[in-house]
């Protein structure tokens, strides 16, 4: 079967991306990449910084326009895709409002849509719910820690009920326990939801525990250098053996 006839599946073709310099030169950021994620899997996207992990990430999202190569989702072009809010993105920062409530930067997503406000109002507490945060719907962000923060971030890109979530290092601010908290709540949602996630690190140990399949990019300009498929059960534990091996196979890569 086509996985990209499924909804929740991206299809990348051939892409390269090319940025003007300061000097007015061509600087190519991405060369040639071609990938696949099947729907409601968990794809990493892994690379040393400056390989253009962040780029590809905003290709696949429509936010940027590759020079060559096409992205397909659930089958259709990227340029004929006309459903974009079933595809959610977490930046790297959680960008919330701070004048607004946790329970009104989630609905705050949800503005755009013409929504009446007693639905958006239920949908975002049932999203910070989802993310264990209902009793915080009242408070701001600077009563908020960190790790809640981020689960604010999560709540407002699940609000839409996407079928594609990308991801952007989201969790790379955090302390390690929080960062595995958040691990954890991740993949129990994409389970319960039945979501496709595309997410970027630099963290290794972070793309074996979350990830069923690595791509590992080489730079400069991006380029695949290995797809790894991660066969581990989960829930996974950096300190076993066999995820330790996989963890050290990644790190020969970068």
Not at 100 to 105: Q, V
Not at 121 to 133: I, Q, T
Not at 172 to 189: C, F, G, K, P, V
């Amino acid at each position: 079967m086509d996985v990209t006839a499924v909804a929740g599946a991206i299809e990348v073709r051939g892409i390269s991306k090319w940025f003007t310099g300061n000097d007015g030169s061509a600087l190519q950021v991405l060369d040639n990449i071609s990938l696949e994620v099947p729907a409601h899997s968990v794809l990493a996207i892994l690379g040393a910084s400056g390989c253009g992990k962040s780029t590809l990430l905003n290709v696949i999202s429509g936010l940027v326009t590759p020079e060559r190569g096409d992205i397909r989702i659930n089958g259709v072009a990227a340029r004929d895709f006309d459903d974009w809010r079933s595809v959610s993105y977490m930046f790297q920062e959680d960008r919330l409002l701070p004048w607004r409530t946790a329970l009104r930067n989630v609905e705050f997503a949800l503005e755009a849509g013409g929504m009446p406000g007693s639905e958006r109002m239920s949908r975002a507490r049932e999203a910070l719910k989802l993310v264990g945060l209902e009793a915080f719907a009242d408070a701001f962000p600077y009563q908020l820690s960190g790790g809640m923060r981020s689960r604010v971030a999560l709540a407002r890109s699940l609000v839409l009920e996407p079928c594609i979530l990308l991801m952007d290092e989201p969790f790379s601010r955090l302390d390690a326990l929080t960062r595995a908290q958040m691990h954890e709540e991740l993949l129990r949602i994409q389970q319960l939801k039945k979501m496709t996630i595309v997410f970027v690190t630099h963290d290794v140990e972070e793309a074996v525990v979350l990830a069923d399949r690595v791509v590992v990019l080489a730079p400069r300009p991006g380029r695949v250098r290995e797809q790894v498929s991660i066969d581990l059960r989960r829930p996974r534990d950096t300190t076993e053996p066999a995820t330790a091996q996989q963890a050290h196979y990644l790190k020969s890569l970068i």
